[in-house]
């Protein structure tokens, strides 16, 4: 039985991409010992720079977009899961040289698949999306640094976003202090309704800064990169931490080593994509107790493989709030 697949593929002498929504069989698809029968998956900051071709994200051609999904396994060669098992894949080169999950059915190894907790469905799964799962990563790396709530301020950058918007319902579930920094200030009731306790316009942070300046943060989550980055760790108190997971605003890293030779604050990288499977395991474990799913709707849209080459245009161009839930079946 065929499934509809988004097709995306290069002319190598003009190295234009070019993106068609065909039917695809099993048997187009690449190795793995799992098929999981895809109900939905998502579209984030990646999926947006796969599709429209911003950046290199897809080093394989042709390509299934698409860096995780959830849906339902229908056959495993190994005893690690079984026909009928809910699982959620993020990452591990999907979208980028595996064929991802904008597509109604995916093969990849079991070890990359997590099997859903209990109250997480393949629906609220992408609802959360990598987007959703890296804000988890980057609240268990600060809890790591023993960054408590009570300890004071936490910043989130990028607060409109994916990252920033799952980060902020976290973090006000667990007791903490939010700031959120966005460049759509109009946006500000939405945040306060996930929980933010003050909104702060990101040109605050994100021209060039000093090396030093007042201490206002016990943590930070930063999805943005660049000067905000470097403003956030020269604003962060002494023994404080950072969890750096994006590159909204650029790759690059102006900052000095000021905050980290006179304050102890601590600079923790956070990446979804090859991380274990236990830290997966532990992050959608917390995702199912320490998110407001309540919140979680209200951060979302709908969408359908049709509707994702526009949609990525818009969310480069910062014009998507929160999360895109794509409908993979529909
Ligand atoms: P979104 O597009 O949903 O959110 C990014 C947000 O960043 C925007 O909504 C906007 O928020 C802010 N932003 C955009 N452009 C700029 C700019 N020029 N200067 C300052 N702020 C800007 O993306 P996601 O939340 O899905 O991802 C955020 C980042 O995290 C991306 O760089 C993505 O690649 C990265 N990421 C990394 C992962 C990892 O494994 N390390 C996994 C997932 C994501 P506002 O309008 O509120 O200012």
Redesign the pocket.
Known sequence: MSFPALWLSRNEEEKEQHLELLERDVSDLMEGDTIVKVAYSTL???DALALTGKAPVVRKWPMIPGIDFAGVVESCESDALKPGDEVVLNGWGCGEVHFGGYAGKARTPAKWLVKLPKNIDAKTAMEIG??GY?AMLCVLALEEQGVRAGDGEVLVT???????GVSIALLSKLGYKIVAS???MEESDYLKSLGADEVLD?NTL?EKGKPLAKERWAGVID??GSH?LANALAQTRYGGAVAA?????GMDLPASVAPFILRGVRLIG????MASPELRAKAWSRLAKDLDMKKLASMTQTATLKDLESLAKN?LA?K?RGRVLVEVGA
């Open positions: 984030n900051y990646k990598t987007a890296t990028g607060a409109s976003g994916g990252v920033g966005t460049g759509r990101r994100s999805s943005v905000t997971c994006g590159l909204a605003q956070v990446d979804s994509v969310l910062g998507v």
